[in-house]
């Protein structure tokens, strides 16, 4: 297995942009995390998915942020309009519920300037 | 919501050293898990350890999960031990991730 994919690796835009993450999770897994990394504030968990359904999403900072499931294996976040404090490190996880764990994606560096 | 605390915050280490890493959670937890961030921020999965003793290779774990604990060992260190150490934990809802420890090998 490929692993959780995550594109693009890295993304620069200018503040006010429409900026698009994905991710493609492992096969036969049924559920989707997507997390932020930065240096104040650490790892944060924004949201997760079981079964495409959207389950948590209190993590999300504000509207300008979404998140997707449009079939069992694919994901976007998106935010609109972006904001140079948006700069972070993106993950996104899966995993199978009741099962050994998660496994993250390779990230995606967001640069708002 | 639950609080995951890791110390020690920084570790510095001579290659050959062991050392342990400590987890405190403050909610009874169904998973779990010790990842290292390496330089490139990629976050590998060490252990999914609920409960008990794993080890792998130079590496090894224990949650003692009714005094909400868990302990990474690394034994011999080598400089490519070198990064973050992130301990996360789910209470039943999703993981969350303590602030890190990070280690430093040098040769």
């Known amino acids: 297995d490929a692993g959780v994919i995550q594109s693009p690796r890295h993304e620069v835009t200018e503040m006010g942009q429409e900026v698009t993450l994905r991710c493609k999770l492992i096969?036969?897994?049924?559920?989707l995390f997507w997390y932020r990394q930065t240096m104040m504030r650490g790892l944060e968990l924004l949201i997760y998915?079981?079964?495409?359904?959207?389950?948590?999403d209190s993590g999300m900072p504000e509207d300008r942020f979404s998140a997707k499931m449009p079939n069992a294996s694919f994901s976007t976040l998106k935010i609109q309009p972006s904001e140079p404090r948006d700069s972070a490190v993106y993950f996104c996880?899966?995993?199978?519920?009741?099962?050994?764990?998660?496994?993250f994606g390779s990230g995606t560096r967001l640069t708002v300037v | 919501g639950i609080q995951v605390e890791q110390s020690p915050p920084d570790l510095i280490l001579q290659e050959g050293a062991n050392s342990t890493l400590r987890c405190n959670f403050s909610?009874?937890?169904?998973?779990l898990q010790w990842f290292h961030q390496n330089p490139w921020g990629q976050l590998i999965n060490l252990f999914y350890?609920?409960?008990g003793t794993k080890q792998n290779g130079r590496l090894s774990a224990t949650t003692v999960a009714t005094e909400r604990y868990s302990l990474l060992y690394i034994s011999s260190s080598q400089t490519t031990d070198s990064g973050v150490y992130f301990c996360?934990?789910?209470?039943?809802?999703?993981?969350?991730f303590g602030k890190g420890t990070t280690l430093s090998v040098s040769s």
């Open positions: 096969s036969g897994h049924n559920s």
């Open positions: 998915f079981n079964n495409n359904v959207p389950i948590d």
């Open positions: 996360a934990a789910n209470p039943g809802t999703a993981l969350i």
């Open positions: 909610d009874s937890v169904n998973n």
């Open positions: 350890i609920p409960s």
């Open positions: 996880a899966s995993s199978l519920t009741g099962s050994y764990g998660y496994t």
